[in-house]
């Protein structure tokens, strides 16, 4: 059963608009959560992160926000680059183990 | 190296062989993991290394999958009598510390059962 959902297999957006790619889990016990870019052919890199004592974290055009009521995560890409174009995985965990989604595939169209 | 660095990059094998995937971590990086991501799913959680300590083994899919490390550092996923089910790209991280901290990946190996 997965622990960690994305719904959207793919989403397209206009070069410059916003890309709001959203994540669901059901562990309530989860309390850190990660997302993850991945382009073709290589490992997962690390994109952001956010504990479950904040419910947003800002770095530079990526803003990660968390709604632990809703146990929901949304990752906003603001202006959204051609280069953004990859597979983004949200990653949620407790301790040890991360639960990683199934990802969402990003093309941002110039 | 600068990075986690798997090997194969990729590996074709009979359906019932053994294989053996090998990671080398970050140097320093004291924790471990390996993912696997079967097509169309997403990364499931294999096992985790952390230091001297115990593995926590909870994901492995069957008996026929083991890990090790050896010093702290160099990893090695074993799968005995391959299934095609098996077939998938195995991935590996390490971190610095456990649990809240992102984890660098590998480029995984891509094992096809055939």
């Known amino acids: 059963d997965q622990q960690v959902k994305q719904n959207s297999p793919s989403l397209s957006v206009q070069e410059g608009r916003i890309s709001i790619l959203n994540c669901d889990y059901t562990?309530?016990?989860?309390?850190?959560f990660l997302w993850y870019k991945k382009y073709p052919a290589e490992g997962p890199t690390f994109l952001i992160s956010?504990?479950?004592?904040?419910d947003k974290n800002e770095d530079g055009r990526f803003t990660v926000f968390l709604n632990k009521s809703a146990k929901h995560l949304s990752l906003h890409i603001v202006p959204s680059q051609p280069g953004d174009s990859a597979v983004y995985f949200c990653?949620?965990?407790?301790?040890?183990?991360?639960?990683f989604g199934t990802g969402t595939s990003l093309t941002v169209i110039p | 190296g600068a990075g986690v660095s798997q090997s194969p990059s990729n590996k074709v094998t009979e359906k019932g062989k053994d294989v053996e995937l090998r990671c080398d971590p970050i140097s320093g990086h004291t924790a471990l993991y390996w993912y696997r991501q079967s097509l169309g799913q997403g990364l499931e959680f294999l096992i985790y290394f952390q230091g001297n300590s115990a593995p926590d083994k909870s994901g492995l899919p069957s008996d026929r999958f083991s890990a090790e490390r050896t010093g702290g550092s160099v990893s090695t996923l074993t799968i005995q009598r391959t299934q095609q089910e098996d077939s998938a790209v195995y991935l590996c991280?390490?971190?610095?510390?456990?649990?809240?901290?992102?984890?660098?990946f590998g480029q995984g190996t891509r094992l096809t059962v055939v």
């Open positions: 956010i504990s479950s004592i904040k």
């Open positions: 990653a949620a965990g407790a301790g040890n183990q991360f639960y």
């Open positions: 991280a390490s971190s610095l510390v456990r649990g809240k901290a992102e984890a660098f």
């Open positions: 562990n309530s016990m989860f309390d850190y």
